[in-house]
């Protein structure tokens, strides 16, 4: 005898390795991987994306209705200045948030930010329609590590909800050590660093806490904000009881990895190393990237 309805099922959730915004006009490896990923998950009510962009002071959360593009590099063309994504917001997912977890405080943030390059250059790809509501988190630049994976945990009910949650930065992000003669290659201190992420995400999610005091950290990670947003998908991992899979693999001039994982879809299959294109000769001491 049927006791009601069926349980929803979890939708999957990502942490994309984002790169260069270029990566919004490009067609390479890692941009077919983003289209695999949007054209397999189940069609999500809301996107809730964590992006290294909005790395600022508080938590927060974008409640407007009709947020804007934002363009927040500087020496790319005017043809990457030109993207929109006209996604509408969620002021009523932005609110749940806030709810969910509390008693930790999240901030409805109305004018200040939008959707930035963190969150528009991959989902251009994944969903090119732009026509999905898009709430952004920020990173709270003040909390330790363990806060992050915590907040990560707590927003897993969204993921019954039908809302998709996302990552986006870089493993491994070092603007200073770019070096243009490796397009696609990687420094043994970027691959060694990369390779432990992916043992630790791909077994025990919960223990990437644990690699701030890696030897390599320093090097991989100068600035945390490109790394903490992967700490959200090891969160929403360890929530469920599970791991991470390799959605695609590689590297961008020595010193930035473009690693992307998924959660709940493992049938799509890894891309593995391979070549990519080179990026522009934009200035590599900037935050730009």
């Known amino acids: 005898m049927s006791t009601g309805s069926q349980p929803t099922a979890s939708m999957p959730a990502a942490f994309f390795g984002h790169g260069t915004p270029m990566n919004a006009l490009d067609d390479n490896r890692y941009t077919a991987a983003w289209r695999a990923f949007g054209a397999e998950v189940p069609r999500p009510r809301a996107i809730l994306v964590v992006s290294a962009h909005w790395y600022i002071n508080a938590t927060a959360v974008t409640a407007q209705p009709s947020p804007k593009t934002i363009h927040d590099f500087y020496g790319f063309p005017d043809e990457l200045f030109a993207v929109q994504y006209p996604a509408p917001g969620d002021p009523d997912l932005a609110e749940q948030v806030a709810d969910l977890v509390k008693p930790t405080w999240v901030g409805l943030d109305n004018d200040s930010w939008g959707i930035d390059h963190g969150t528009w250059s991959v989902l251009v790809h994944a969903f090119p329609a732009a026509d999905i509501p898009v709430v952004q988190l920020s990173v709270n630049a003040t909390k330790p590590f363990d806060y992050h994976l915590e907040l990560a945990a707590s927003l897993a009910p969204l993921r019954q909800q039908d809302v998709l949650i996302v990552g986006s930065g870089n493993v491994v992000h070092n603007l200073g050590r770019v070096d243009w003669s490796q397009p696609d290659a990687a420094f043994d201190w970027a691959r060694t660093f990369d390779d432990e992420a992916a043992n630790i995400m791909t077994d025990r999610p919960a223990d990437l806490p644990r690699?701030?005091?890696?030897?390599?950290?320093?090097?991989?990670?100068?600035?945390?904000?490109?790394?903490?947003?992967?700490?959200?998908?090891?969160?929403?991992?360890?929530?469920?009881?599970?791991?991470?899979?390799?959605?695609?693999?590689?590297?961008?001039?020595?010193?930035?990895?473009?690693?992307?994982?998924?959660?709940?879809?493992?049938?799509?299959?890894?891309?593995?190393?391979?070549?990519?294109p080179p990026l522009p000769d934009v200035p590599a001491d900037g935050t730009n990237i």
């Open 211 to 276: 690699l701030q005091h890696h030897d390599d950290f320093a090097m991989a990670a100068p600035t945390p904000d490109h790394f903490i947003p992967l700490l959200y998908l090891a969160g929403l991992a360890s929530a469920a009881g599970e791991t991470a899979h390799v959605l695609v693999d590689g590297y961008a001039m020595g010193s930035l990895s473009m690693t992307a994982y998924t959660l709940g879809c493992h049938e799509l299959e890894p891309g593995g190393a391979g070549n990519a």
